[in-house]
């Protein structure tokens, strides 16, 4: 579906300064252990995200892990991200929406947040709403080629073809390597009978080693070329 995003790494601390109580013989150290405890909070959080970063083809346990690793930390948005993400795998959009949405309040300035959300209203057939999401992407990012490329397949699904076009070429001078926007560009040839050039676009992606997800969608596009050929 969307993008899993890994954490930034976090640069060392320095460790938090300790105030030594002493009450007669006792010794306390109030805030450092206080500090310590959270510390050690974060790190297991930290743990559990990415053993379920790694564990993409198990959408299930990674939702397991995801949430472990809430409970530790509940305001880590790049978690709620990815968890949302693992639960569109899942089919429950519901639960991927409130995801995206709590990440977006968490990290209102990662344009990925907004990237995720637009992509699922877009699969529910919300265009209108999807394209707002991908412009806020691209405000954030103005390098963000899949959010053109979302976007511009949203406008082509409301018959607005000048904008998709233009917003497909920006995602291919973006990226030249980003080849689901030549399969995008393919989609828009198609539309309009120009079964030559739709053709050209799926053959170089397919020369070019898609993923399995890309591929799928290339090959179901050369069939469809295959088939208006024949009329």
């Known amino acids: 579906m969307g993008i899993y995003i890994v954490k930034n790494q976090h640069k060392k601390q320095k460790s938090p300064r300790r105030w030594v109580v002493t009450i007669g013989s006792l010794r306390f150290e109030t805030r450092g252990v206080r500090y310590g405890a959270k510390r050690r ?27 472990e690793s809430l409970a530790l930390n509940p305001r880590d948005g790049i978690v709620y991200l ?7 795998a899942l089919g429950d959009m519901e639960r991927s929406l409130a995801d995206f949405e709590q990440a977006i309040r968490l990290c209102p300035k990662r344009a990925e947040t907004f990237n995720n959300r637009g992509y699922l209203r877009y699969k529910q057939g919300q265009y209108e709403q999807a394209i707002p999401d991908f412009t806020k992407a691209i405000e954030l990012n103005p390098d963000y080629a899949q959010a053109y490329c ?11 073809h000048e904008q998709a076009m233009a917003d497909i070429e920006k995602a291919i001078e973006i990226d030249p390597d980003f080849l689901l926007a030549y399969v ?8 309009f009978d120009r079964i030559g050039e739709a053709e050209e676009e799926l053959k170089y992606v397919l020369d070019h080693e898609p993923d ?8 179901q596009y050369l069939a469809m070329c295959h088939e208006k050929n024949k009329e």
């Open 41 to 67: 909070a974060k790190e297991e959080a930290e743990n559990l995200f990415y053993l379920a970063y790694w564990d993409e083809e198990h959408p299930e346990r990674q939702v397991e892990l995801f949430s």
């Open 82 to 88: 990815n968890r949302g993400i693992a639960y569109d």
């Open 184 to 191: 995008n560009r393919a989609a828009y040839y198609l539309n």
């Open 212 to 219: 399995d997800a890309t591929r799928e969608l290339t090959e």
């Open 150 to 160: 979302s976007r511009g397949s949203a406008y082509g699904m409301l018959g607005r």
